[in-house]
């Protein structure tokens, strides 16, 4: 039972991990209406803060439209001004209260957008606020025949809900008043930083875990070699129980699989879906937690019986006295994530959630050989490029973006992923990645570290040095391309495959390690016991 458990668990977990792939804090792009003169602003959120009576009340977001003046970026700058209603409410005709250099508020339809902007300019409006007929956003562009573009005035567009209740404090003669701005992200969030180092030090982790097992596995082969015992009949078994090497059939049939399950998700994606999701999170999560804390726990002298004296259990069958001790708090921390994943601090579970169960899984599963890799990273590579970018042309929209924003589920997004709030943004969020942008490389990282470890390389010789540093380089180039992109999802294996494999497949060539590396990927060991002759 302990042999195929983890194997059920890491063949589940492994097919949910490559199924995502985008980095950074996710932003609907901006360039689906076309550009030109008097129509080329770029599509801004607004934050709309609002008074009633005089009283600081709720802050709304909206959208900038493609035309009008552009709005102040800092709130200092940004005037409190008066809200007023439209009459008619669609302003497609002058107004009939006189206004002063009030916003006006209006609704969508019967008119263009730009007609309704240069009617509430000509009557003295400093910006027209435009109620949607839905609760989500929508881009007003210009209509392609439309010649008076000259508006001198910002037009910004409300949800439905907010509008409405613009409306309603409006028409019970209560004083509504604004400020409009759309402040300017950073640069750089420092969120970025931590998300990086996050990424870099759980493939790290997780490589030195593996090399130190499997080194553990070869000096237990090589003593039953040198012994000579009955055991040799049994050396295939020795050291590899819990692990689980694939091959180039298995590496396919993974991102073929993850293809499925990623259209799957998309069509299914709702509210009942996400907590079937969350179930298979704790599940991963638990199994993952309970791993490394008891190998952490294992390396201490206080802790060794423990770790050693075994019980059987039904369903469950051997476990030892540490993992049953170590369990229920395992249990308790999932659930507790579980119950609490909407609140602002839970992202802290989520992430520790997650690093144990990618730990725990480049810890048993395993890349024999760079072939391995190389088909492995390669599918992958064009998943990731497929279903971020070639997808739109089916589905009208990226689906790896959706189903990493949860765009259909009314929640913040999966829970696979890693993710830390973006501190330093006005408009809040989080920086993003996903567990396959972690999993897939360090899994060609991992393998390095061992292969310098059984054939005894030092830091400077071996390939875990370089393929750990063109991981760290490939996701470095990833948000910067985030960042240039103006937060769009990238994803992120485009950048990470051909630095982390290149390096790789490079530094084996120049050499002349590849054919091992391709092949065996390990040392050949000989029998002690076998004499080689002298060649006459």
């Known amino acids: 039972m302990d042999f195929q458990k983890p194997i059920c668990v890491v063949g589940l977990l492994l097919v949910l991990s490559v199924t995502f792939g985008s980095a950074g804090d996710i932003v609907h792009p901006d360039d689906v209406a076309p550009k030109r003169p008097g129509c080329d602003n770029n599509f801004v959120l607004v934050k709309i803060p609002t ?3 005089g009283v600081e009340d709720i802050e709304y977001v909206g959208v900038g439209a493609r035309f009008g003046v552009t709005l102040e970026s800092k709130e200092k700058h940004a005037n409190h001004t008066r809200v007023v209603l439209a009459d008619p409410p669609d302003c497609c005709s002058t107004p009939k209260n006189n206004l002063t250099g009030e916003v006006i508020l209006v609704h969508r ?12 300019e000509s009557a003295n409006a400093t910006a027209i606020l435009i109620i949607n007929n839905r609760t989500e956003l929508f881009k007003m562009v210009c209509e392609n025949n439309e010649t008076d573009l000259d508006i001198g005035i910002p037009a910004v567009m409300l949800p439905q809900d907010a509008g409405m209740t613009l409306e309603n404090y409006l028409k019970s003669n209560t004083t509504v008043s604004v400020q409009l701005y759309s402040p300017l992200r950073p640069l750089v969030d420092i969120a970025e930083v931590f998300l990086w180092l996050m990424a870099v030090g759980t493939i790290l982790c997780a490589s030195y875990w593996s090399a130190w097992s499997a080194r553990e596995a070869a000096i237990e082969q090589d003593k039953l070699l040198k012994d000579g015992s009955d055991e040799i009949l049994n050396l295939e078994g020795v050291g590899s129980s819990g692990f689980v090497d694939i091959n180039t059939t298995a590496a396919i049939l993974f991102v073929v699989i993850a293809s499925c399950f990623l259209v799957m998700l998309y069509k299914l994606m709702s ?8 179930v298979l999170f704790c599940i991963g999560g638990v199994e993952g937690l309970q791993t490394c804390l008891v190998a952490l726990f294992s390396c201490f002298r206080w802790f060794e019986h423990a770790g050693q004296s075994f019980v059987k259990v039904p369903i469950f069958g051997a476990l030892s006295y540490l993992t049953l001790a170590i369990s229920p708090f395992c249990i308790a921390f999932a659930v507790v994530w579980a119950a609490h994943r909407r609140h602002s601090f839970a992202w802290i579970g989520q992430d520790i959630l997650g690093i144990a169960l990618i730990i725990t899984v480049l810890q048993i599963v395993r890349v024999p050989n760079l072939k391995v890799g190389t088909v492995l990273l390669g599918c992958a590579f064009l998943y990731d490029i497929f279903w971020v970018f070639v997808s739109k042309w089916w589905f009208h929209e990226s689906v ?8 259909k589920s009314g929640e913040d997004g999966i829970p696979m992923l ?16 996903g567990f396959g942008d972690i999993i897939l490389p360090g899994l060609l990282v991992a393998f390095s570290l061992r292969y310098d470890w059984l054939t005894k390389k030092n830091l400077r010789s071996g390939y875990f040095i370089w393929a750990m540093t063109a991981y760290g380089l490939g996701l470095l180039i990833t948000y910067v391309a985030l960042n240039l992109m ?9 950048y990470i495959v051909p630095f982390t494999l290149g390096t790789f497949l490079t530094l084996g060539k120049k050499r002349g390690d590849l054919q091992i590396l391709w092949t065996r990927g390990e040392p050949e060991r000989l029998c002690p016991h076998i004499q080689l002759q002298p060649s006459q």
């Open 51 to 53: 008074w009633i009576n």
């Open 400 to 407: 790896m973006i959706v189903v990493a924003r949860g765009d």
């Open 418 to 433: 890693l993710k830390i709030p973006r501190m330093f943004d006005p408009w809040g969020g989080f920086s993003i990645i």
């Open 486 to 494: 103006d937060g769009r999802g990238q994803p992120a294996l485009l």
């Open 109 to 120: 339809g019967n008119c263009s957008f730009t007609d309704k902007a240069n009617i509430a």
């Open 271 to 278: 509210t009942w879906f996400i907590e079937v999701l969350v």
